[in-house]
């Protein structure tokens, strides 16, 4: 079974510009999160996607947006880019919600540079 | 405020050693807990999980231990070996939210 895929996975923005990420989950998986990853803050969790609807969403500003498709896979957007953005972008799937006893696998994430 | 926190951001261990790694939380709502091992230029992998039920869990050479009156969580390595070398992150949750993540610990395991 394939594991979850994340496209591109560089990236190069220049300030001010908008990127969207794409995300494919595990084959029956129907939950997917993203996360952002910078050096010593841990994995910082933006928003989660279930049945094309979004369930949970971190303390992100509103340049941060995502959606999920009815086949599951999700893309985020970020808009007017910032150097703070610059961080290593991952998704995660999982059979259902997360929450107790749910086991999240990720993506190889995209590496994003904002200049 | 960090509800979950790793406050070691390295660990360097010799080869054949007990590799103990640490997590404090804030937050005595949360009911699961789980540790992830990420190896550069990939994602995180699934290692080992603990309820709030239980207070160790071990899967191999991998052990878990929950202390819930301290808020404290820490993952064994015994022994550790070449491969356990990594950036590893413990996570917590609370019934249905999303998971909060520490920071990560990178051990190095010294030949």
């Known amino acids: 079974k394939a594991g979850v895929t994340q496209t591109p996975r560089y990236l190069i923005k220049t300030r001010g510009q908008q990127v969207t990420l794409s995300c494919s989950p595990i084959?029956?998986?129907?939950?997917v999160s993203w996360y952002q990853q910078t050096p010593g803050q841990g994995l910082q969790f933006l928003f989660e996607?279930?049945?094309?609807?979004?369930?949970n969403k971190g303390n992100f500003p509103g340049r941060f947006s995502g959606r999920q498709f009815s086949n599951s896979r999700s893309e985020m957007n970020v808009s007017t880019l910032e150097l703070g953005d610059s961080a290593l972008y991952l998704c995660?799937?999982?059979?259902?919600?997360?929450?107790?006893?749910?086991?999240?696998?990720f993506g190889p994430g995209t590496r994003l540079l904002v200049l | 405020d960090q509800q979950v926190k790793q406050n070691s951001p390295s660990l360097s261990v010799q080869e054949g050693r007990i590799s103990i790694l640490n997590c404090d939380y804030t937050?005595?709502?949360?009911?699961?807990f789980l540790w992830y091992k990420k190896y550069p230029a990939e994602g995180p992998t699934f290692l080992i999980s603990?309820?709030?039920i239980k207070d160790k869990n071990e899967d191999g050479r991998f052990t878990v231990f929950l202390n819930k009156s301290a808020k404290h969580l820490s993952l064994h390595i015994v022994p550790s070996q070449p491969g356990d070398s990594a950036v590893y992150f413990c996570?917590?949750?609370?019934?249905?939210?999303?998971?909060?993540w520490g920071a990560g610990t990178k051990l190095i395991i010294k030949p």
């Open positions: 995660a799937s999982s059979l259902t919600p997360t929450g107790a006893g749910e086991t999240q696998y």
């Open positions: 084959s029956g998986h129907r939950s």
């Open positions: 996607y279930f049945s094309e609807t979004q369930r």
């Open positions: 937050n005595s709502m949360f009911d699961y």
């Open positions: 603990i309820s709030s």
């Open positions: 996570a917590a949750s609370e019934s249905n939210y999303q998971l909060i």
